[in-house]
Nanobody, 123 residues
Framework: QVRLVQSGGGSAQSGGSLRLSCAPD???????MGWFRQALGKEREGVAS??????TRYGDSVKGRFTISQDNAHTLYLQMNSLKPDDTATYYC??????????WGPGDWPNSWGLGTQVTVSS
């Protein structure tokens, strides 16, 4: 497992933007990484992921609004634009040596998780 340090998030108005960051403490291994979220009373869901070969996957509800990226130091980002109240949730960064695009549940999830960061979008 790898330790993941999340930053960013917070509050925004509907239509606004926020950015999340996630830094792995292992800067050598190329992990597949992703973002997941869980709203109150709802199940955890995949938001966006990027495999170690660069292949990306997005949830249907965020396509065209959110962008996942990764820099050369393996820090993961999630740029969230055109935010909606339905985007309100706790967002978790995840990492795994397996392809993250295949770990969106319900039976199989990533091995390593960040502590989560709250995103609140008001109308």
């Amino acid at each position: 497992q790898v330790r993941l340090v999340q930053s960013g998030g917070g509050s925004a108005q509907s239509g606004g933007s926020l950015r999340l960051s996630c830094a792995p403490d292992d800067r050598v291994t190329r992990y597949s990484m992703g973002w997941f979220r869980q709203a109150l009373g709802k199940e955890r869901e995949g938001v966006a992921s990027i495999d170690s070969d660069g292949w990306t996957r997005y949830g249907d509800s965020v396509k065209g609004r959110f962008t996942i990226s990764q820099d050369n130091a393996h820090t993961l980002y999630l740029q969230m634009n055109s935010l909606k109240p339905d985007d309100t949730a706790t967002y978790y960064c995840a990492a795994d040596l397996r392809r993250m695009s295949s770990l969106w549940g319900p039976g199989d999830w990533p091995n390593s998780w960040g502590l989560g960061t709250q995103v609140t979008v008001s109308s």
